[in-house]
């Protein structure tokens, strides 16, 4: 049975919509499970929280941010490093509550926050090594946001300054 164009492309067509795949979500992290994506959005948002000034790193879109650039980090160690940085943590916390750290209560998340904190200058434990990745890298993503720059530092941008309104070293 010989087909005709006409035909063919029918038929490809058809094998094509059967074919079709359902669309990914675009609210699914790229690297991290979404477990550990809840977990890395509110440790952001303990490290740089909403106040009376600004939106925090949950407004900024930090966590969503650090997903990107782990998905796209070339050495496996930046990546793994991410992995059992949270692991730690979720660990820490069943040992110190009982619970997951985002079944925790506030008070206790902050307790474990200010624990790992402590010894950040001379880490021992992988929380307190993770604390420092996740500090730095939380205000890096932070003040490089609209959000951080515009509504916390409240950048005007390359501005003509009237008077200069900086230290006066004569």
């Not at 979404?34 to 407004?59: K, M, N, Y």
């Not at 509550?97 to 998340?109: A, C, I, T, Y």
């Not at 008077?163 to 070293?169: E, H, N, P, R, T």
């Amino acid at each position: 049975m010989a087909l005709n164009r006409r035909e063919l492309l029918k038929v490809l067509t058809a094998g094509a919509a059967a074919l079709q795949l359902p669309a990914a979500d675009p609210t699914a992290p790229l690297f991290f499970t979404r477990q550990e994506f809840a977990l890395l959005d509110a440790l952001t948002e303990l490290v740089i929280p909403t106040d009376a000034h600004s939106p925090g790193a949950h407004a900024a879109g930090v966590a969503a941010y650090l997903d990107r650039t782990v998905a796209e980090a070339f050495l496996p160690e930046n990546k793994e490093s991410w992995r059992t940085g949270l692991a730690s943590i979720e660990e820490l916390s069943r040992e110190m509550n009982g619970s997951s750290f985002l079944k925790s209560s506030k008070q206790q998340q902050n307790a474990l926050l200010t624990k790992i904190a402590a010894a950040e200058n001379d880490p021992h434990t992988k929380p307190e090594r993770f604390f420092t990745q996740l500090k730095q890298s939380t205000a890096s993503a932070y003040y490089s946001s609209s959000v951080g720059i515009h509504q916390d530092l409240q950048y005007k941008g390359n501005v003509l300054l009237q008077q200069f309104v900086g230290y006066d070293a004569t």
